[in-house]
């Protein structure tokens, strides 16, 4: 099984890449209604000339109160005898919105708020909504924290009571992964910016509150080139023009910087011009490189990658540990965030220096090898070929001896080792969104490990997985909730589970 899809990354309305799709629900619940982006102002201020609602037939006005909030922080309102899900609405207020239908979804947003609540702030982001990336920003930092512990505490509850989520002391700049795409707009102007949220449409910005600034500057700085180059932005309608995105990575610790112009055409007219004025304008960047994307396609990185200045790769500190990024590798997004995860996940494996130690979906070896230093061996486990080799190159940086990385399905690797008699005492398992599957979690019940810890990025799917390994011979005895992406509904959970025999 695959921790990541290594090979690009697909592109959607919303910068955080994270969000679930009903595709990665393959047995969850079918929502009776869905909301649409709101235009508004935090009070639910909406441009008079918008007569329908976008993507819908022609709007009605209702008004409504809300009683409470999605998993994805909209808020739940009552109209016709209909459940509406609205975005940017808090439990206790009452508002007029914007009903419309398509097909057989109800869609609704917020007109004008007619009476506040008290966890309502104006939202610091001027861009927040249009683009749809962050969905919690016209709430208080604290009221994001309740929300966050109310929907893991709901989610959990036939488990046992989560501890305290884990919050982030500045939930600004976190980002160390930022992607912006090029356009043209009405008046042939370039444009760089993110997709409103469910289109292709790009909303002009200069800076995002979640990015790493350093990384907005710099795009900042390639748009200024267009503007005064030849260099043309890609157009997806007509398939002409060069430049179609731009990815940074920025090393929060080591401060190393990769640049990654993701391009129509491996043809780089102007090419010593660009590297250098860059350069010149930024000599904090230490890599840059030209990934050539050709396809009409959702993904954003294409297959063929050129190295236009210094080494190809970044590296970065974890858990003590060096690691070197690539242009396609995953890596935790909130470097912060992420050693107050690992750190909890190490603790819950309860590690002697004995045991032997599984990653499942170890992607780059990042928690495998972290967890190395307090186990006596760790066998990581990945689907990806490009993922395994950067794990074992990062096996080698860190001087690691008792690591050892695999290439292939986790699931079936397990049930190898368990009909060879082979034991292992802790399996570490961080899947996708998605969650994990049968098959997968049949071998861990089969390998029979002492314990289970279990990290996910979206604790329905992980909800639904622990009720199976809870049935096969698995208690729960622990559950830690941390805020990995702050100013959206997504949290990132990690639960312990022990063998009960």
């Not at 995002?208 to 990384?215: F, G």
């Not at 005895?477 to 009960?500: A, C, N, W």
Request: hydrophobic share 30%; charged share 25%; glycine share 8%.
């Amino acid at each position: 099984m695959n921790k990541r899809k290594n090979n690009g990354y697909k592109k959607s309305g919303n910068k955080t890449r994270n969000k679930p799709n009903s595709s990665e629900k393959p047995y969850g619940k079918k929502q009776a209604t869905r909301g649409n982006r709101g235009d508004s102002k935090s009070k639910g201020k909406r441009n008079a000339s918008d007569k329908r609602q976008r993507g819908g037939g022609k709007a009605i006005t209702a008004e409504v109160t809300c009683s409470g909030l999605t998993a994805e922080g909209k808020g739940i309102a009552q109209w016709d005898g209909k459940e509406l899900e609205v975005p940017h609405l808090l439990p206790g207020e009452k508002a007029e919105v914007l009903v419309s239908k398509q097909g057989p979804y109800v869609n609704a947003e917020v007109k004008r708020v007619i009476s506040a609540a008290k966890e309502r702030v104006e939202p610091p982001c001027p861009y927040y909504y249009q683009c749809g990336g962050c969905q919690l920003q016209h709430m208080t930092n604290n009221a994001q924290d309740r929300f966050k512990q109310k929907t893991i505490d709901k989610l959990m509850k036939p488990f046992g009571k989560p501890l305290p989520i884990m919050t982030m002391d500045h939930p600004y700049d976190y980002r160390n992964k930022s992607h912006t795409t090029f356009g043209l707009n009405h008046n042939r102007q370039v444009i760089g910016g993110l997709y409103a949220q469910n289109s292709h449409e790009i909303i002009p910005m200069d800076r995002c509150l979640i990015h790493d600034p350093k990384a907005d500057e710099i795009v900042n700085t390639i748009k200024d080139y267009l503007k005064h180059s030849k260099m043309q932005p890609y157009n997806e309608d007509t398939g002409q023009g060069f430049l179609r995105h731009v990815l940074i990575k920025v090393g929060k610790v080591s401060g190393e910087i990769m640049v990654v112009l993701v391009t129509a055409s491996s043809e780089f007219k102007g090419k010593n011009n660009f590297v250098k004025a860059l350069r010149k304008a930024h000599p904090e960047i230490t890599t840059l490189l030209m990934n050539v994307n050709n396809k009409k396609t959702s993904m954003v990185l294409g297959e063929q990658e050129k190295v236009l200045f210094g080494k190809g790769t970044i590296t970065d500190t974890l858990g003590g540990m060096e690691f070197e990024i690539s242009a396609k590798s995953f890596y935790q997004i909130n470097p912060v965030q992420t050693e107050k995860l690992y750190g909890k996940a190490i603790e819950m494996a309860e590690l002697t220096g004995n045991e032997t130690v599984i990653d499942a979906y170890c992607g780059i070896g990042t928690i495998g090898l972290i967890a190395s230093k307090e186990a006596g061996n760790v066998i990581g486990v990945e689907l990806n070929k490009d993922a395994v080799r950067d794990a074992i190159r990062n096996s080698k940086r860190n001087g690691v001896k008792n690591a050892r990385f695999y290439q292939g399905d986790a699931g079936e690797f397990m049930v190898n080792m368990a009909s060879k008699g082979e034991k292992a005492d802790v399996v570490i398992m961080d899947p996708p969104r998605s969650g994990s599957d049968e098959a997968f979690l049949s071998s861990v019940a089969k390998l029979k490990p002492k314990r289970v810890v279990y990290v996910s990025c979206n604790p329905e799917t992980q909800a639904r997985d622990l009720k199976y390994l809870v049935k096969n011979g698995y208690q729960v005895e622990g559950i830690q909730p941390v805020d990995m992406f702050p100013q959206t509904y997504h949290v990132e959970s990690v639960v312990k589970l022990v063998r009960k025999d």
